[in-house]
């Protein structure tokens, strides 16, 4: 199929579309529900309480410093659902392609999938490919859906409903990597060797520090809207507040420039590998020190804490000695980031 | 919201996003699940066994006789789980939506969803939803996943390994419905008073059949490439043959009317309420019964049976006399009739 384009047959349910199956996504996926092609896959689930999650991938461009829409598309579902406190397990895959796309690229995509999810442990089991007539959708859209096993002991993790004042604050690195990447390149800033996404699947990192034993109240994965959403949903109607050292958050300095230049303000644009986790600050420094260990926990940092004062808000301790109020991103900076 | 349109921003994970979530999503298909807003739902799951699928919607027009893309988006993911001999339980929902489109329209769309999973009795647990610029989607694409439960007895049906010469094939009613719907709307062709699709969750039917304890081999529901495809699936590389006998096969008058003017084969356009089933041949009258009495198995019919002959292949005998060999849709009728 190389060197071919992507026809509309390829979505009719028939011969095209099987070919397609085999030849491309069973190829890469290999896995044995995939090879049954029935509608559905069936699964053994080991517990009674599953976490299920779905995301859909419009980023533009498709193909970035780091990654593309693919790793997206299985890292972001790893994580929504990893940081749910679940053992990501299996993920779909539908595609909606747009007639004339290169057989190539897309199988680029679908093998950087498969890689992806190889690494993070995950079984791609079930598909579905839809095709629209040229100038219908942006070349690629990708959704992911994805299973989990979760222990009961980890259900609080969500929606931190054991978060007290006296908690760490803690994320896994620098923030507005993929969003400032994403801005590069569609503006041809010519800095791509400077800077790349931070897409990652973080299940391996989350399980690293589940099995410390540590008190863990908290973990959401800040994608869109930046950490200062997430800091936001994790303080509005709480019955305590936040308080963020500014200084403290990394910021690598090629993504600050770009943000200087271009008027962003990194605590609001994406992320695709980076976690904000509350834990008990007794247990801080502990975590701090696994997370230091794994390869996407490097740069790891305590950023902030829970408090017993202003209930429901945020507030970020600037570098100059003031401060400002954490909130969510009222319009938008970056359409299609993932 | 309403007399509004849908912004860039509503896709930012920001103020907006949430909004949007609270006002139409939540404020619809209103599970606890939803009104949590994590990224991931936790759901209790009954059994060891999970049947899980995917599908993405992308039919033209949005709106039809019969039904809508939202109304699609629910019965064929619950339609999916249910052949596979599953209980579905839970449905994930993805929007990915062109800035500019009427919320009153999402609105309706999201309406018409809920009522579907009341209908159908599936709870909508989790969603995302992405806004491309205008002209880079067409309106309105949703994906849902499923899940369901699966019953260890009836892990045969989705791969039909248990099918044995002498078996029956039944179908729950008329074909074509929904294509020439479609086909009709995108036409003009102003006969939508006596067609409409078939559209429709099938899983109360097929869990009435399941329970009559008959000896079901296989399910699957006839969708993009019709009727020949299910029943090529069913014969192609398989140690038995197939026997359709064409004039058993339901067409409603008009559906008929439309194949024969615009020179399409029935057997091959799309439906979305309708399963090809292979039950025991001393269950074939009982099923049947039970099948008439449902809503949407009232025009139900025996179709044609498993043979030992010509393994592998399937043959249709026509009204003349005649016979021809069921084949896979070598190319493409319908464009995004689902």
Same sequence: chains 1, 2.
């Avoid at 309480?49 to 991938?57: A, K």
């Amino acid at each position: 199929m190389k060197g071919k384009q992507i026809l509309l047959g390829h979505g009719s349910g028939g011969q095209l579309s099987h070919e397609l199956i085999k030849e491309v996504f069973v190829k890469h996926f290999n896995t044995e529900e995939l090879k049954l092609q029935t509608d559905s896959a069936i699964l053994n689930i080991p517990g009674e309480l599953i976490s299920f999650t779905t995301d859909s991938y419009v980023v533009n461009p498709i193909f970035f410093s780091g990654g593309n829409i693919g790793k997206l598309a299985i890292a972001g579902t790893v994580n929504d659902l990893a940081v749910s406190g679940a053992k990501p397990l299996y993920i779909s895959s539908s595609f909606i392609i747009e007639e004339g796309f290169p057989i190539a690229d897309l199988e680029k995509i679908v093998a950087t999938m498969a890689d992806e999810a190889r690494k993070a442990g995950v079984k791609i089991v079930t598909g579905d490919t839809k095709v629209v007539d040229r100038g219908k959708c942006d070349k690629i859209f990708i959704n992911t859906s994805g299973i989990g096993v979760l222990n009961p002991e980890y259900k609080h993790i969500g929606t931190g409903e054991k978060i007290t004042p006296g908690d760490i604050i803690l994320i896994n690195g620098s923030i507005g990597d993929h969003g400032m990447t994403i801005m590069a390149e569609r503006n041809d800033l010519n800095i791509s060797a400077q800077i790349g996404s931070d897409c990652a699947p973080l299940n391996h990192l989350i399980s690293e520090i589940l099995e410390t034993g540590a008190k863990v109240r908290f973990m959401r994965d800040a994608t869109r809207g930046g950490i200062a959403t997430v800091l936001t949903e994790l303080s509005e109607g709480r019955n305590y507040g936040l308080e963020i050292d500014e200084e403290a958050v990394p910021v690598k300095e090629a993504v600050r420039g770009i943000c200087e230049l271009l008027g962003f303000d990194p605590f609001y644009v994406a992320n695709e590998g980076k976690i904000i986790l509350v834990v008990a600050k007794e247990d801080a420094e502990k975590v701090l020190e696994v997370m230091k260990k794994n390869e996407f926990g490097k740069e790891s940092a305590i950023i902030g804490k829970i408090v017993g004062e202003h209930p429901g808000k945020g507030w970020i301790h600037t570098g100059i000695g003031g401060k400002r109020i954490i909130d969510m991103l009222s319009g938008e900076q970056l359409p299609r980031i993932c």
